[in-house]
């Protein structure tokens, strides 16, 4: 009954934000649009401009500052030139900072933290490997902290389980169970709006296929 009281009274903030903020909950959701079909760097560069031109227009809110950070750690993935990657990752620590600054409760702030850290470490695993991943890790310790049911943090935490078990001795498989678990439930987490971080299903469905 509680999560059913729950429920209906995150969906009711929802509609009075919305009502309220008309364009902004417009201008995100067609941006957010625009994500299933940016392909490139320069897909990303676009689309993350765009959320950086809504977080100029809306400075109280702090997802327009998430999305922007999220397209420049995407493109550091996507980047093969070391210092490349570095230099989006700093376009996305700055908006990571201010987003933090806003929300320093927020269990997804801390998600894409840690995130941006994993791109971090990717840039020069064998210089940054130890540094990075204890970052990455505290911050989904703070992340699971505020927010214990989030799924994103759970994934990340199991890529970073299996990513680090060959260096403990651990057998990464030994971290299914908890992927499958986190699958089965995924749909079970409901995001506090339709604007609201609601990534991650497909990664967690590569970590369950890279079970088999």
């Known amino acids: ?5 729950l429920s209906f009274a995150v969906v009711l903030v929802s509609l009075v934000s919305m009502a309220q903020k008309p364009e902004y909950y417009q201008a995100m959701g ?5 994500f299933g079909t940016s392909k490139d760097v320069a897909d990303f560069q676009a689309l993350g401009n765009k959320f950086q031109m809504i977080a100029a227009a809306e400075k109280s809110e702090w997802l327009p500052l998430y999305y922007h950070a999220q397209c420049y750690i995407l493109m550091s993935f996507m980047e093969q030139d070391a210092a490349k990657k570095d230099s989006y990752l700093d376009v996305a620590e700055k908006s990571i900072t201010s987003m ?8 997804e702030a801390f998600v894409l933290q840690a995130f941006y850290l994993v791109g971090r470490l990717v840039v020069n695993p064998m210089e940054r490997g ?4 204890g970052l990455s890790g505290q911050a989904l310790g703070k992340a699971l902290a505020l927010d214990v049911s989030n799924p994103r943090a759970k994934m990340l935490k199991i890529q970073m389980d299996m990513g680090s078990a060959q260096f403990t ?3 990464p498989k030994s ?3 908890a992927a499958k678990e986190l699958l089965a439930n995924w749909d079970n987490f409901k995001p506090k709006s339709p604007i609201h971080p ?3 299903k497909d990664q967690a469905e590569g ?5 088999e």
């Open 100 to 107: 933090l600054e806003m929300v320093p409760a927020e269990s």
């Open 175 to 177: 971290f299914c169970p």
């Open 169 to 171: 001795g651990q057998d």
């Open 198 to 200: 609601n990534w991650g």
């Open 207 to 211: 970590i369950v296929k890279g079970c």
């Open 130 to 133: 130890q540094e990075y991943s």
């Open 1 to 5: 009954m509680k999560k059913i009281i």
């Open 30 to 34: 067609e941006t957010l649009g625009q």
